[in-house]
C-alpha cells in the first residue's frame, strides 16, 4: 500500500478497501487457476465419494456466490434473484454432509464394556454379616 498511486477517480477514504478487494481477487484468481490445473477426473478418482460431495458443493457454491457478487455490482438484487434459494440449497446440502462426517467421526459405544465400567464404578454397601465376622475377628486377638 505504500507507494501505491491514488486514483482520482474515487474518494480518497475508500482506497484501503479497494487495495483489500483488488487483493482479494488475485487470491481468488490464484485459487481458481491451481483448480484448473488439475483435472476434474484426476482430482476425484483420489477422493471418497464423502471427499468428492464435498469438492462438489464447495464449487457449486462458490460459483453462486460469486455469481451473487456480480449481480450486486450489476446493480441488481442478488436477494430477490433464484441464486438466493440456490445457495440456500446448497447450504441445505453441505450441512447434510457435515452431519455425515461427524457421525463417522463420532466414537462407537461398547455396551458391554460401559456396563462393567459403571457396576465396578459404583460403590457398593458390604453386606451386615460381613461386617460381624470382621469385627469378631478383631476382638478375639
Known sequence: MAGEEINEDYPVEIHEYLSTFENSIGAVDEMLKTMMSVSRNELLQKLDPLEQAKVDLVSAYTLNSM????LATQGVNP???????????????????????DKKKAGKLDK??????????????????????????????
Open 112 to 141: 458391554g464394556a460401559a456396563s462393567r465400567f459403571v457396576k465396578n464404578a459404583l460403590w457398593e454397601p458390604k453386606p451386615k454379616n460381613a461386617l460381624k465376622v470382621a469385627n469378631k475377628g478383631k476382638s478375639k486377638n
Open 67 to 70: 455469481f451473487w457478487v456480480y
Open 79 to 101: 436477494k430477490e434473484h433464484p441464486v438466493k434459494q440456490e445457495l440456500e440449497r446448497i447450504r441445505v446440502y453441505m450441512n447434510r454432509v457435515k452431519e455425515i462426517t
